[in-house]
């Protein structure tokens, strides 16, 4: 995740070149303070204009952060759906690329793995499936990626860059043809790690050998990594074998103080330029939310900056959805919020409305007309695109950091439509409103462009609102007893979200029923953190309550419970094994230990010792806090009873190491 504050700053003989103003009216444009009362600026729309082809604005799920989405109840679960991906309702997200699950934690958890081993294979694990399937659902034009933050250690030990890994990307795409009719039009290589050229060659041949239309989008890199996030391009023009191996060149976060890195080797390669990751903090800053005034009106002019200084043609955004509990990673990435899915509440931001303005008026394969895209004189933006039938057209245009009213004429030329033309508004007072109507006279027109604010224009019919309310927001459910009897077999209760390995429901050992099991024992290829797994649910606000489970040990792998945990965000320390919070750790052997755990500081060991237990029955483990009184007990008999104050209040898990272990009657109590 990169964030940070964009600036629109614009050198002024900068802005004017790019202004590409034509003033038919004769009106001279003095870029060094005309009042706007006496400015006019006049931009010819030419349908035989030159410029890149638009490739579509989307999102990418992943580092599961969709996880609580599809455990929310209808109608609210469709809904959200619709205003993520249904076209003239919401985002109508054109781009949609998700993670290849490998049961190892890429940001805020872990999605599960399709393929544990070589010879394993389930494609109904996790949900970026179901929510590729729903997204094609709304709109069958979505373009869908896929991309591996981590992988089995099967493929490759330490490595992606293997012919298994290529295998293993390869069955993905056949897997989701075969199992839900999905057509997978781009794949990238390994997120944001330095590429291989050998093995981009490698993977481009498993491709065509498994005759596979699938593209390949490379590097997914950063800025500031490896030689340099578009380094990939320098490679590209010496080696045409790599050329022809690269469908796309994208980048993660081409936002570096205030300006969009782009090479000029990169655009010499002809390839499609594409910010394949991108947010509007794109820097180092917290996101504090994604409502129109802290993030609607940074991508409001993001996506316009993109191209016109980046000549990028596609923008994907993590995440498409906030759904995932506020204590991990980047909370608020999402372009809406919805990570309550016991009240069914969702939060449709500002994101949302600022992406609309351009995907409900522009589709992929539309051209930008570049002689009518750029920069207004008193602060703000302007894109212009036509359709494949060169005749509708539509310009997106921001005056996000303007101060005062603008006043743009349009002179329509090259064969675009002089048909009405409607004109769509967002800012502080209007969402996504269709505020007028303007009828061109003799291929002419004129608007007044108010200060702070988003507006699209267009010859087009089709655009729309959703109107869909969700209900208030609730608090976790409290109290909380899970005995795992509904879920499927193989599937992940609702409201747990596993942040390393796998917990899924299995048939009980030893008793009858069903049990959550930890099933992964070999440690996958990470993304930079592997701490132990364990899997989270809960309130962060919650303070006294006590936390229970039974365990049956089936390895040497010890049990844990957790409490008071009051940040999993595993990357404030990369080596760490658990979150910031309490945990009770009893291993099959009678040894067992109370810690607190806080990132950056040592483990504190706050009790020890050892129990006799026979590691072949059913044991009840348990957690209980008021105020600063911690107990540990262990089949009704306390292990420990002490005072401490380092976590006051928290979410719960259940956890332990890289084996097999089951969980049974979860109960969490005030």
Not at 331 to 343: D, E, H, R, V
Request: proline share 6%; hydrophobic share 35%.
């Amino acid at each position: 995740m990169r964030s940070g504050q964009l600036s629109f700053n614009q050198v002024a003989a900068e802005t004017f070149r790019r202004m590409l103003v034509v003033s038919f009216l004769g009106l001279t444009l003095c870029l060094t303070g005309v009042a706007a009362q006496s400015q006019q600026t006049s931009v010819v729309l030419d349908g035989s204009s030159k410029g890149r082809i638009f490739d579509g604005l989307g999102a990418a799920s992943a580092g599961a952060s969709s996880r609580l989405l599809i455990d929310y109840p209808e109608p609210q679960r469709s809904q959200i759906l619709d205003y993520l991906f249904k076209p003239g309702y919401g985002a109508a997200l054109q781009h949609l690329k998700v993670e290849i699950g490998a049961d190892v934690n890429s940001t805020d958890g872990s999605e599960p793995s399709h393929m544990r081993t070589a010879s394993d294979h389930d494609s109904t694990r996790g949900y970026e499936w179901w929510l590729m399937a729903e997204a094609h659902k709304r709109n069958p034009n979505i373009i869908l990626e896929i991309l591996a933050w981590g992988a089995p250690s099967w493929v490759g030990g330490d490595t992606l860059y293997t012919p298994k890994m290529a295998g293993y990307i390869a069955d993905f795409i056949q897997t989701a043809k075969r199992d839900y009719s999905l057509d997978i039009a781009y794949t990238g290589i390994w997120n944001e790690a330095v590429y291989d050229i050998p093995y981009i060659k490698e993977l481009n041949r498993r491709l065509k050998a498994d005759h596979l239309a699938t593209k390949i989008v490379c590097c997914d890199e950063y800025p500031g990594q490896g030689n340099g996030q578009w380094a990939i391009a320098d490679d590209i023009l010496k080696d045409p074998e790599l050329a022809s191996a690269i469908a796309v060149i994208g980048v993660h976060y081409p936002l570096k103080n205030g300006k969009i890195t782009t090479t000029e080797t990169a655009r010499k390669t002809g390839k499609p330029l594409w910010s394949s990751e991108d947010q509007p903090n794109s820097g180092s800053e917290p996101i504090i939310s994604r409502d129109w005034a802290f993030g609607g009106r940074i991508l409001a002019h993001l996506y316009n900056q993109n191209y016109l200084e980046g000549s990028l043609t596609a923008t994907e955004i993590w995440s498409p959805i906030t759904s995932y509990y506020d204590i991990l990673a980047a909370p608020n990435s999402g372009l809406m919020y919805a990570n309550t899915p016991w009240s069914g509440h969702y939060d449709v931001q500002g994101t949302i409305w600022a992406t609309a303005h351009t995907t409900q008026f522009a589709q992929p394969g539309w051209q930008y007309l570049d002689s009518a895209s750029g920069y207004l004189p008193l602060k703000g933006s302007y894109v212009a695109l036509r359709s494949t039938d060169r005749k509708n057209w539509s310009v997106v245009l921001e005056t996000i950091d303007a101060k005062q009213p603008q006043k743009v004429s349009f002179h329509l030329a090259g064969g675009l439509a002089a048909t009405e033309v409607h004109i769509w508004e967002t800012n502080n007072s209007r969402t996504f409103e269709h505020v007028a109507n303007v009828k061109p006279v003799h291929g002419i027109f004129a608007y007044t462009f108010e200060p702070d604010s988003l507006y699209s224009l267009t010859t087009t019919t089709g655009q729309g609102k959703g109107t869909a309310l969700p209900p208030p927001s609730a608090a976790y459910p409290l109290p909380y007893v899970d005995d795992f009897e509904k879920t499927p077999l193989r599937h992940t209760p609702k409201y747990l979200s596993d942040q390393d390995g796998a917990f899924e429901v299995s048939p009980c050992t030893a008793r009858q029923g069903k049990c959550l099991e930890q099933v992964i024992s070999a440690k996958p290829i990470d993304w930079g953190i592997l701490p132990d797994p364990f899997t989270l649910a809960g309130n962060a606000d919650w303070t006294d309550y006590t936390v229970a489970a039974d365990v049956r040990f089936l390895t040497s792998a010890p049990a844990a419970v957790m409490g008071r945990i009051d940040s999993a965000d595993m990357f404030q320390q990369h080596d760490a094994r658990w979150p910031s919070g309490y945990i009770l750790r009893v291993n099959p052997d009678g040894r067992w230990e109370l810690l607190s755990s806080e990132y950056k500081k040592p483990v504190v060991t706050l009790a020890s010792g050892t129990i006799k237990l026979d590691r072949d029955l059913w044991h009840h483990l348990e957690l209980r806090f008021k105020g600063k009184r911690i107990v540990a007990l262990l089949d009704g008999t306390p292990l420990s009873a002490l005072d401490n104050a380092t976590h006051t209040h928290g979410m719960f898990a259940l956890g332990t190491e890289w084996n097999h272990i089951q969980f049974d009657n979860l109960r969490v109590t005030p």
